[in-house]
DNA sequence: TAGATTGTTAATCGATTAACAATC
DNA sequence: TAGATTGTTAATCGATTAACAATC
């Protein structure tokens, strides 16, 4: 395998790749050139020839990729053939969604604990995930070193409770606080889910198309 | 205000601007130059004009921008000061997890109704917002004309759901159902929210913050 | 005024795309 | 073998950063 920096854009465009080939191999689907990966994913052969040269050699000249061996290897580049522990920080409504209907595993995460302030949660479990109380959280990941903790607790004490798993160990934050958190430990890893960016930049689009409807000629300066 | 293609990366900056304009704002802060921002949000004052400069002249020489002022033209540009109508497809947990807490009308939407099949949620509310039953969809968009509609129903029927809405007259989706969608109608604009995706490229990042640690030296090939 | 900061043009940097020899 | 397709180098394209005249 080589090395040297992948550029971010590379890394963003692998879980779609892992998708793809999880739907061919579903599909029972064998083999795939980059230029069939290329005219239905809407992207540019070149580019993801590219793409994997950054990791390796895994395809073969005349005959393409091999649909299955692709998957394994780009599920090992980003790690979603582990089972790392992760853990889950205010178990309210988002918090339980994420509990009961997102698939971690997947990913390379086992969901291990939740922890919420609400003694009316604690004790309670779901998609048999436990939950317990917050006065716990320092203790059990010292005691099991998770490598993530999933933030879904409210706004106003998100930094806090960020800072706090970071200091107790924990390497990655998976943050849906809708807040930029500036952690005080700089080799966390974080990684935001920003709905309102998200819903954002589609009004913005929005906007766009309604205007270019409006001006079919395309009004001069 | 000017016009022409503006890239994606700058829509996508758009929103932190306005996160950021706001905590400003709500501080009390009055003015605010290319540089104070680049420093504090961690991005370099050239592009942050530049990026300004696609939609006009929005500062003072000598002065800087004024918050408030700037604020405005933001929030005007992704068009987070309009309340258009939305609706949601989906009412389970996700779906009413987005009901109860997320701010639609900080985005510039405002949620007129929630759409289920499942008659135990049909007739209820969650935060003043009424599920319908989904047989109403089509009358409903078709009376209403909402701007977007929130899609979070399960994989299964994503893709018919989806055309259903467009077909109806929706021109927005915000897509939670973790399916690439290739909706029908060419100008319905689609924005995915991919919580994989996104666990996935901070997995690979964790991955190679631990291959950086092991290996403190820098390794020659 | 002198200092600061904009908006914009030019320079640099990086990412995407094209081209093609290697070879299955 | 002939056709197809890779991996990689070179060319293009676009985005970021630097520089600076204009001016508040």
Redesign the pocket.
């Known amino acids: 395998m080589?090395r040297g920096k992948i550029?971010?854009?590379?890394i963003r465009?692998l879980p779609r790749y892992l998708h793809f080939l999880n739907d061919l191999s579903y599909h029972g689907v064998v083999r795939?050139?980059?230029?069939?990966?290329a005219s239905q994913m809407g992207?540019?052969?070149?580019?993801?020839?590219?793409?994997?040269?950054c990791f390796?050699?895994?395809?073969?000249?005349?005959?393409?990729?091999n649909v299955e061996m692709l998957r394994q290897e780009i599920a090992s580049i980003l790690g979603a053939d582990q089972k790392r522990s992760a853990i889950l920080v205010g178990a309210g409504k988002l918090g339980q969604t994420l509990m009961g209907n997102f698939d971690f595993e997947s990913c390379g995460f086992v969901l291990k604990a939740a922890f919420d302030i609400r003694t009316d949660l604690v004790g309670a479990s779901v998609s048999q995930v436990p939950i317990y109380h917050i006065d716990f959280l320092q203790d059990f990941i010292r005691d099991h070193q998770p490598a993530l903790a999933v933030l879904t607790v409210p706004r106003r004490i998100a930094v806090e409770t960020a800072n706090a798993v970071a200091d107790a160990g924990v390497r990655g934050i998976w943050n849906f606080t809708n807040i930029s958190l500036n952690v005080a430990k700089s080799d966390v890893i974080v990684e935001d889910i920003h709905f309102s960016d998200s819903l954002l930049s589609l009004s913005y689009y929005l906007k766009e198309s309604e205007r270019d409807a409006g001006e079919p000629k395309g009004t001069p300066t």
Chains 1, 2 share one sequence.
């Not at 390796?56 to 990729?65: I, M, R």
């Open positions: 080589k550029s971010n854009n590379v465009r795939v050139s980059s230029g069939e990966m992207l540019n052969a070149s580019q993801i020839r590219q793409d994997f040269s390796g050699e895994f395809g073969q000249q005349g005959y393409g990729y």
